[in-house]
């Protein structure tokens, strides 16, 4: 038995810095929550009511009842894509303009939405700088229940995605975009849109990957919203 | 006529295959397959159709259904669509033949008529044969001679065989002969017409019988066809295609996100004017009235009857079609003597040029759009991603092969997709035995037969319709498979 006042051996010494590390952080940690707050989004109205697809498999993602958890963001993120340049694979659309993505319209009526051509298109949003960022935001098309096939974002600070590129999301299952199979579910389309985890990577520019949809060969984006600290 | 006839045959795979045409296919795969072909009194549209389309597909070396081609299928229809410009002349001289010309614009070239033309469904040859049916009528009325009468008789006989709107068409026939009648005066009949219309009735009723027995091999088809009408009833009250009255105004004349309805358009306008040209004339010119009267009965009639498709609306657009010729050419007519010809070929120009730009972008360009007002429950092509995924993954796979399971019931139309593939079979729910080494599965069921199969297979999802998906689920070892997983 040691005696309560023998000197610190090595296994003594570390747990004593164990606990004054978790002091620490537990004095730090209630400051760290506090500066995380839920990210607040302007929905659109509905389009279609319910779930006619209920699904629940383990790539495809299970339609979710009620209110969508919160996602979290450091106080103070904005909006830094709204009315941002945007530039697409296709830049002669063939419905509306890429200004209507990042116009800060999100309903899905006619109108609102830009139709991109057929097969694999991407459209990117230049943020003019970089900034960290922490949620990526994206309405495809909400009218009608339908999912995009190989989904996939990433960010960079090359314009043309060659160096330092980071995919935040990818629902590519059969790899047709050649970045890999993605492990991202599919999922389909609401009104509430897609959040994706921009993980407080710091980049000026997002690019946004399709490859059609279940109902069309066509690609849609009604907005897509960048939330990072300005 | 050769026109008309190539742009019903160009591209024909540009749209994927409707899941009536697959259901259709399916019955002409049972047929190719040796079995008699049986009417459906509850849920099947009638025979002529698939006796229309066996021989050729014959010749063209089908023997099962996985050797039919779309191509095959839908020459058919593209060649009735032709073949309707022709029958249209029958009316010649009751309608001017120039006005016929002007008609031949819509029927040609216009969207509903170039899209449902090139669709392997029945209405294009329901249509053909209401114009043959109404030709020969006509001829009869002007020349006295039977062989009109028995053809009007055959062509009536085809139609009740066609589809049961057979009803509607002749009630609208019945209603416009009434309204000949009591706006225009007397009908001149020809002598011994009693006669006539009695073997008119008689060529009706025997081939008819005929085609719904098909030809002896089912002698229970007539009765049967005597039964659908109560059926028939029943499916006009909706059966899930319920609309507003107004709908096939709104699919006609509404802009929509793919084209302007050009068709629409300048039918009603021209329609306007060879209807008014029509009833001004009634007295001296009764088959234009008569068509006009047609026209309106057969609109009154689908408008009233909950159960619409857009296709059901070239019923009323192809009559409506002649009166339109007669209005462009009345209108041309309006323009000074030297100007007369000038005018109605600009007319005609701007009319054709009109149709085309629509006609390019609906039956071309988005045939299978959710945007397109013809394009009614498409279906999407991402089915053919599922088709090359589902024969990518059973390549090498020999007849004797494990199965490809499909479960559900919304899981049209995957017979047709699938045709070719090995083994390959239906069920309401996931066998247990034999074990299938592929699943498609409804999306309605597909928790179910996830839970079924186990884990580590992988679920893929598909669109096979507007807002209708499937599963397919990829077993966890994809190398019995035969190596084939991957793009």
Same mark, same amino acid.
């Given at each position: 038995?040691?005696?309560?006042?023998?000197?610190?051996?090595?296994?003594?010494?570390?747990?004593?810095?164990?606990?004054?590390?978790?002091?620490?952080?537990?004095?730090?940690?209630?400051?760290?929550?506090?500066?995380?707050?839920?990210?607040?989004?302007?929905?659109?109205?509905?389009?279609?009511?319910?779930?006619?697809?209920?699904?629940?498999?383990?790539?495809?993602?299970?339609?979710?009842?009620?209110?969508?958890?919160?996602?979290?963001?450091?106080?103070?993120?904005?909006?830094?894509?709204?009315?941002?340049?945007?530039?697409?694979?296709?830049?002669?659309?063939?419905?509306?303009?890429?200004?209507?993505?990042?116009?800060?319209?999100?309903?899905?009526?006619?109108?609102?939405?830009?139709?991109?051509?057929?097969?694999?298109?991407?459209?990117?949003i230049d943020l003019e700088k970089p900034a960290k960022l922490y949620a990526i935001v994206v309405?495809?098309?909400?009218?009608?229940?339908?999912?995009?096939?190989?989904?996939?974002?990433?960010?960079?600070?090359?314009?043309?995605?060659?160096?330092?590129?980071?995919?935040?999301?990818?629902?590519?299952?059969?790899?047709?975009?050649?970045?890999?199979?993605?492990?991202?579910?599919?999922?389909?389309?609401?009104?509430?849109?897609?959040?994706?985890?921009?993980?407080?990577?710091?980049?000026?520019?997002?690019?946004?990957?399709?490859?059609?949809?279940?109902?069309?060969?066509?690609?849609?984006?009604?907005?897509?919203?960048?939330?990072?600290?300005? | 006529?050769?026109?008309?006839?190539?742009?019903?045959?160009?591209?024909?795979?540009?749209?994927?295959?409707?899941?009536?045409?697959?259901?259709?296919?399916?019955?002409?795969?049972?047929?190719?397959?040796?079995?008699?072909?049986?009417?459906?009194?509850?849920?099947?549209?009638?025979?002529?159709?698939?006796?229309?389309?066996?021989?050729?597909?014959?010749?063209?070396?089908?023997?099962?259904?996985?050797?039919?081609?779309?191509?095959?299928?839908?020459?058919?229809?593209?060649?009735?669509?032709?073949?309707?410009?022709?029958?249209?002349?029958?009316?010649?001289?009751?309608?001017?033949?120039?006005?016929?010309?002007?008609?031949?614009?819509?029927?040609?070239?216009?969207?509903?008529?170039?899209?449902?033309?090139?669709?392997?469904?029945?209405?294009?040859?329901?249509?053909?044969?209401?114009?043959?049916?109404?030709?020969?009528?006509?001829?009869?009325?002007?020349?006295?001679?039977?062989?009109?009468?028995?053809?009007?008789?055959?062509?009536?006989?085809?139609?009740?065989?066609?589809?049961?709107?057979?009803?509607?068409?002749?009630?609208?026939?019945?209603?416009?002969?009434?309204?000949?009648?009591?706006?225009?005066?007397?009908?001149?009949? @020809?002598?011994?017409?009693?006669?006539?219309?009695?073997?008119?009735?008689? *060529?009706?009723?025997?081939?008819?019988?005929?085609?719904?027995?098909?030809?002896?091999?089912?002698?229970?088809?007539?009765?049967?066809?005597?039964?659908?009408?109560?059926?028939?009833?029943?499916?006009?009250?909706?059966?899930?295609?319920?609309?507003?009255?107004?709908?096939?105004?709104?699919?006609?004349?509404?802009?929509?996100?793919?084209?302007?309805?050009?068709?629409?358009?300048?039918?009603?306008?021209?329609?306007?004017?060879?209807?008014?040209?029509?009833?001004?004339?009634?007295?001296?010119?009764?088959?234009?009235?008569?068509?006009?009267?047609?026209?309106?009965?057969?609109?009154?009639?689908?408008?009233?009857?909950?159960?619409?498709?857009?296709?059901?609306?070239?019923?009323?657009?192809?009559?409506?079609?002649?009166? *339109?010729?007669?209005?462009?050419?009345?209108?041309?007519?309006?323009?000074?003597?030297?100007?007369?010809?000038?005018?109605?070929?600009?007319?005609?120009?701007?009319?054709?040029?009109?149709?085309?730009?629509?006609?390019?972008?609906?039956?071309?360009?988005?045939?299978?759009?959710?945007?397109?007002?013809?394009?009614?429950? @498409?279906?999407?092509?991402?089915?053919?991603?599922?088709?090359?995924?589902?024969?990518?993954?059973?390549?090498?796979?020999?007849?004797?092969?494990?199965?490809?399971?499909?479960?559900?019931?919304?899981?049209?139309?995957?017979?047709?997709?699938?045709?070719?593939?090995?083994?390959?079979?239906?069920?309401?729910?996931?066998?247990?035995?034999?074990?299938?080494?592929?699943?498609?599965? %409804?999306?309605?069921?597909?928790?179910?037969?996830?839970?079924?199969?186990?884990?580590?297979?992988?679920?893929?999802?598909?669109?096979?319709? %507007?807002?209708?998906?499937?599963?397919?689920?990829?077993?966890?070892?994809?190398?019995?498979?035969?190596?084939?997983?991957?793009?």
């Open positions: 038995m040691t005696h309560p006042y023998a000197p610190p051996t090595k296994a003594r010494h570390h747990l004593f810095l164990a606990a004054a590390a978790g002091l620490a952080l537990g004095l730090l940690a209630p400051a760290s929550a506090e500066d995380l707050v839920p990210l607040k989004l302007e929905l659109p109205k509905p389009m279609f009511v319910g779930t006619p697809v209920p699904v629940r498999l383990p790539n495809l993602e299970t339609p979710r009842v009620g209110r969508r958890p919160d996602f979290m963001v450091p106080k103070g993120v904005v909006n830094l894509a709204l009315n941002k340049k945007v530039t697409s694979s296709d830049m002669e659309p063939v419905l509306g303009d890429l200004s209507l993505i990042t116009d800060g319209e999100k309903d899905g009526d006619e109108g609102n939405y830009v139709e991109l051509g057929k097969g694999k298109q991407w459209v990117q309405w495809h098309f909400h009218s009608q229940a339908r999912a995009y096939k190989a989904v996939a974002v990433q960010v960079s600070n090359d314009p043309n995605f060659v160096d330092g590129v980071k995919t935040l999301f990818n629902s590519d299952d059969q790899n047709v975009l050649g970045f890999g199979v993605g492990k991202d579910p599919t999922y389909i389309e609401t009104y509430e849109g897609r959040i994706i985890d921009a993980q407080g990577d710091t980049a000026r520019y997002v690019r946004l990957y399709s490859d059609g949809n279940t109902t069309s060969d066509m690609n849609h984006y009604i907005e897509v919203e960048v939330y990072g600290l300005p | 006529m050769g026109a008309a006839l190539a742009l019903r045959l160009a591209a024909p795979e540009t749209m994927p295959v409707h899941t009536d045409e697959a259901v259709n296919a399916s019955i002409l795969g049972d047929m190719l397959d040796g079995k008699p072909y049986r009417y459906d009194p509850v849920d099947r549209h009638g025979p002529t159709l698939y006796f229309a389309t066996y021989p050729w597909v014959r010749a063209c070396g089908a023997r099962t259904l996985r050797d039919l081609e779309a191509w095959q299928l839908r020459a058919v229809p593209a060649v009735f669509g032709a073949a309707l410009l022709a029958a249209v002349f029958l009316l010649r001289p009751g309608v001017p033949a120039a006005a016929l010309l002007a008609a031949a614009l819509w029927l040609g070239a216009g969207a509903p008529f170039v899209y449902y033309g090139r669709y392997w469904i029945h209405e294009t040859l329901f249509v053909l044969l209401t114009f043959v049916a109404i030709g020969a009528a006509w001829r009869y009325l002007r020349t006295g001679r039977l062989a009109w009468t028995i053809a009007a008789g055959l062509a009536v006989g085809g139609l009740v065989a066609t589809k049961e709107t057979a009803a509607l068409t002749l009630a609208a026939a019945l209603a416009g002969l009434a309204g000949v009648r009591l706006a225009a005066g007397p009908l001149d009949l @020809p002598a011994g017409w009693g006669r006539g219309a009695a073997l008119a009735f008689a *060529a009706a009723a025997l081939a008819a019988a005929l085609l719904f027995a098909s030809f002896g091999r089912n002698l229970s088809g007539p009765a049967d066809a005597a039964r659908s009408l109560v059926h028939a009833f029943a499916r006009a009250a909706g059966q899930g295609h319920e609309k507003p009255w107004s709908a096939y105004l709104g699919w006609l004349i509404r802009p929509g996100i793919r084209s302007a309805p050009w068709c629409g358009w300048t039918l009603g306008l021209f329609g306007a004017a060879g209807a008014l040209a029509a009833w001004r004339r009634r007295r001296e010119a009764r088959a234009p009235f008569f068509l006009l009267l047609f026209t309106l009965a057969l609109a009154v009639l689908y408008c009233a009857i909950p159960y619409k498709t857009p296709w059901l609306e070239l019923n009323v657009l192809a009559p409506a079609a002649v009166l *339109a010729g007669l209005g462009l050419v009345r209108l041309g007519g309006l323009a000074p003597p030297h100007l007369r010809t000038g005018l109605t070929a600009s007319l005609a120009l701007l009319v054709a040029c009109a149709l085309g730009a629509e006609t390019e972008r609906l039956c071309f360009r988005f045939p299978a759009d959710p945007g397109n007002p013809l394009a009614y429950s @498409p279906t999407s092509p991402d089915i053919r991603r599922l088709e090359a995924r589902v024969e990518r993954l059973t390549a090498g796979l020999g007849p004797d092969s494990r199965i490809v399971a499909v479960v559900g019931s919304d899981i049209w139309p995957l017979p047709w997709y699938l045709r070719r593939c090995p083994q390959v079979g239906y069920w309401p729910e996931l066998p247990g035995a034999p074990a299938p080494f592929l699943v498609v599965s %409804s999306a309605g069921q597909a928790e179910r037969v996830a839970r079924a199969l186990g884990p580590g297979w992988t679920p893929e999802l598909y669109g096979l319709r %507007s807002e209708v998906l499937a599963v397919l689920f990829i077993p966890p070892a994809p190398a019995r498979l035969g190596g084939a997983r991957g793009p």
